[in-house]
T-cell receptor, first 112, second 115 residues
Framework: TQLLEQSPQFLSIQEGENLTVYCNSS?????LQWYRQEPGEGPVLLVT?????EVKKLKRLTFQFGDARKDSSLHITAAQPGDTGLYLC????????????FGQGTELSVKP | ETGVTQTPRHLVMGMTNKKSLKCEQH?????MYWYKQSAKKPLELMFV???????ENNSVPSRFSPECPNSSHLFLHLHTLQPEDSALYLC??????????????FGPGTRLTVL
């Protein structure tokens, strides 16, 4: 069974702090996606990374795909209460009919 | 309407009831998915439809029965469910057809409670 391990599972920080969420696997992915999910809603796609070593920025969020395409990280600078939510990484593999493998998620709480 | 919509948003049912969840996508996608999301567990893929044909059934109990009448609509028919089936059921769609990144777009989910 292919697994995507996310860490930490829970994170509670104060507004203005920085944080990093990690997504690791022993499998190689053709692409990796990050989603954010708020309570009672479905996941919303934030970014897709496809090239080993790729870095993408979305305002205060920085996403990186590992050189070997087995891992990824999400860094948030100066977190705000609006960043609170469940962050999910999901990997797509070649020849798997479009299936995504999801990590178990990181629950982030940013307190004002 | 835009994106992926799901109805109802909340559903409470007894173990002997029969109900259906509905999903509709307005993105022109060719693939649709049902996921189950339970607390403290990764999203569980239940069913995949590509061009209205079921291409994946992840050992889901027969009390869950999917239906995809066309590429825009997906249903999940429920009957004789168990309390452990209580969860958030998410529908998603993607371009499919070998699209390079298979970005999936999710609906808001149906929160199901089985009494």
């Amino acid at each position: 069974t292919q697994l995507l391990e996310q860490s930490p599972q829970f994170l509670s920080i104060q507004e203005g702090e920085n944080l990093t969420v990690y997504c690791n696997s022993s499998s190689v992915f053709s692409s990796l996606q990050w989603y954010r999910q708020e309570p009672g809603e479905g996941p919303v796609l934030l970014v897709t990374v496809v090239t080993g070593g790729e870095v993408k920025k979305l305002k205060r969020l920085t996403f990186q795909f590992g050189d070997a395409r087995k891992d990824s990280s999400l860094h948030i600078t100066a977190a705000q209460p609006g960043d609170t939510g469940l962050y999910l990484c999901a990997g797509a593999q070649y020849n798997q009919g479009g299936k995504l493998i999801f990590g178990q998620g990181t629950e982030l709480s940013v307190k004002p | 309407e835009t994106g992926v919509t799901q109805t109802p948003r909340h559903l409470v049912m007894g173990m002997t009831n029969k109900k259906s969840l509905k999903c509709e996508q307005h993105l022109g996608h060719n693939a649709m998915y049902w996921y189950k999301q339970s607390a403290k567990k990764p999203l569980e893929l239940m069913f995949v439809y590509s061009l209205e044909e079921r291409v994946e059934n992840n050992s889901v109990p027969s009390r869950f029965s999917p239906e995809c009448p066309n590429s825009s609509h997906l249903f999940l028919h429920l009957h004789t469910l168990q309390p452990e089936d209580s969860a958030l059921y998410l529908c998603a769609s993607s371009l499919g057809g070998g699209a390079p990144y298979n970005e999936q777009f999710f609906g808001p989910g149906t929160r199901l409670t089985v009494l």
